[in-house]
């Protein structure tokens, strides 16, 4: 354990203090991020819950991506919640409750046609985040059912982790067909290929972040953008090696590929911009009945 925390830490390292190449940086935009499974399917369970809150930093923005790596960064500040299929008396055949804190550094650039997104950090699971203890609060200040779960959930642990993406985006018409792969190994160790499509009133020239759980892409860096509807379509397959969220111990293997299917609509104000997306997760165990539907939202104010 302490051998990963170290390296963990020496990779996150490597972003923080990559050369700055003698040009003074400025924040220049924030993402966030937020998914539930109850405005999915009005359910509480597997992949119920997720937020992330992230900062761009660089030297400046154009509305491209730079040439060179650590030009612009994104440290990303993540809390989700995975849950068995009930927070009462799970089924025998059930994943473990894990509530979980993640740091990422990530650096994006684009080389000829191909973008490119590379990152490393730490993932924290167990009693230790207090995440299950949050959730257990909430639910008491909505009179919502207690978690019961949480003397069963996963042990306190910490996974450094690598992510890695690679995106070709294809102008048609007045939409953009993305086609990507997308790697990790830390937490979770899985290879995906996947497309995305956007059309309508899209925002141009914004930097557009990938939401972890869902696939949805969000602006993290504000573009231009005019009032109206814009749409997303996307849809994505992953093999999967292994997950620390299922851990060997528990008798419940991951399913070897999983899919995810997306869709989402942003309608554009003056001064306000609202997202709604929802997005299709098959089953990530061996032994889960079904897959889920699981809601997002993400609201942005202009001043």
């Not at 290929?193 to 696939?215: C, I, K, N, Q, Y």
Request: proline letters at 6%; a neutral charge.
């Amino acid at each position: 354990m302490m051998l990963k925390c170290i390296a963990g830490l020496a990779l996150a390292a490597l972003f923080l203090a990559a050369p700055l190449h003698a040009e003074e940086r400025a924040t220049l935009g924030y993402g966030r991020f937020f998914n539930n499974d109850y405005i999915g399917d009005h359910d509480d369970r597997w992949r119920t819950g997720s937020y992330a809150l992230s900062v761009l930093r660089g030297t400046g923005w154009n509305g491209a991506l730079p040439s060179r790596a650590f030009d612009l960064r994104e440290y990303r500040f993540g809390a989700a919640i995975i849950a068995p299929s009930t927070l009462k008396v799970p089924p025998p055949v059930d994943r473990r409750y894990g509530g979980t804190l993640s740091f990422l550094a990530q650096t994006y650039l684009q080389r000829g046609a191909i973008e490119m997104r590379f990152g490393a950090g730490l993932t924290a699971v167990g009693p230790g985040t207090s995440v299950g203890a949050v959730h257990k609060q909430l639910h008491y200040w909505l009179s919502a059912p207690r978690p019961r779960v949480l003397a069963d959930q996963l042990p306190n642990a910490l996974y450094p982790v690598l992510t890695a993406e690679f995106g070709a985006p294809l102008q048609i018409g007045g939409a953009e067909l993305r086609p990507f792969v997308e790697a990790r190994a830390g937490d979770e160790d899985w290879l995906r290929a996947g497309v995305d499509l956007a059309f309508g009133s899209r925002e141009t020239g914004a930097l557009w972040l990938r939401d972890e759980t869902t696939g949805q892409r969000y602006v993290g860096i504000a573009g231009q953008s005019r009032p109206g509807f814009s749409f997303v379509l996307g849809a994505d397959l992953a093999r999967v090696w292994r997950s620390a969220w299922l851990p060997e111990a528990d008798g419940i293997a991951p399913e070897p590929l999983r899919q995810r299917l997306r869709a989402g609509v942003t309608w554009q104000g003056k001064n306000f911009a609202l997202f709604y997306g929802v997005t299709w997760l098959s089953e990530e165990f061996e032994g889960q009945p079904e897959g889920q539907a699981v809601g997002s939202l993400r609201a942005r104010f202009n001043f």
